[in-house]
């Protein structure tokens, strides 16, 4: 009986289509900083999907980086600032706004703590479409923009906030950092956050579409930012769809002035 042998020829081919096989069943994320300071991604992956790695990073002024993401993959990009090993806390790594709360540059499955801009993604979900948005339900702390590349079908949409919030946030929102005339405005919360009522939160009695409406706080995030979630129920102008995209995703995009 002749034996089947394995040429050198033979396995780079092989090779070559297993590379290709997986370029076809991965999407690619390319997270680029146009912000005038540096900005620590973070990366969370949605329950019952493989995490990915890394799960946090740092991304100097006008670098980007490319992450390969599983199609079925699902979870949130989010952008961390004003970071520093703090010596007062052991050396911990810690961050003013959107730290996820790991001590560490990777968030090691640790979430943005609020406010944080999200980009929300859930890929190959329904029909083959990945679902998508830039959510400031949680609120602001950057500047953010989805751009879909190569997609093959669905709307395909840019989305996002590319207006700088915190310097006209609402008094009861802001986030400050520094002291006195040093003082500055790094984050803007949600009213949920702010208050933790029901009414805004909508939660307990307010836990469907009709019975939470937008707020004045909401609708603050909604005029300045129309393609982003602004609250709970803000589905219809707000999450996008994409079939076999590879996705930009940038922080400070054009017309961020400040």
């Not at 979870?75 to 911990?92: A, E, F, I, Q």
Request: charged fraction near 15%; charge should be positive.
């Amino acid at each position: 009986m002749d034996r089947f042998l394995i040429t050198p020829t033979f396995l780079s081919l092989l090779l070559l289509t297993f590379s290709l096989f997986s370029d076809v069943q991965s999407t690619t994320f390319k997270i680029v900083n146009k912000c005038r300071h540096t900005v620590w991604p973070g990366v969370l992956t949605g329950a019952d999907r493989a995490p990915i790695n890394p799960t946090g990073f740092t991304l100097k002024t006008g670098k980007s980086r490319t992450l390969k993401m599983p199609r079925s993959w699902s979870g949130r990009v989010w952008g961390r600032t004003l970071c520093s090993n703090d010596p007062s806390n052991g050396g911990k790594f810690t961050c003013v706004t959107g730290d996820c709360g790991s001590g560490k540059v990777e968030c090691a499955g640790g979430g943005a703590i609020p406010p944080a801009t999200l980009a929300e993604f859930t890929l190959n979900g329904d029909q083959g479409l990945d679902f998508y948005d830039v959510s400031l339900v949680d609120g602001y702390n950057l500047p953010m923009l989805i751009v879909a590349k190569g997609g093959t079908r669905g709307g395909c949409s840019a989305t996002g906030c590319l207006v700088d919030l915190n310097g006209a946030c609402p008094r009861d929102l802001r986030v400050a950092s520094g002291k006195g005339s040093h003082s500055e405005s790094v984050g803007c919360k949600s009213a949920c956050l702010a208050f933790n009522d029901p009414i805004y939160c909508c939660s307990e009695a307010h836990n469907t579409p009709d019975t939470c409406q937008p707020s004045s706080y909401s609708l603050f995030f909604k005029h300045a930012c129309p393609r982003s979630y602004s609250y709970a129920y803000d589905d219809k102008t707000s999450t996008f769809t994409c079939a076999s995209a590879d996705y930009l995703i940038i922080f400070c995009p054009l017309p961020y002035t400040r």
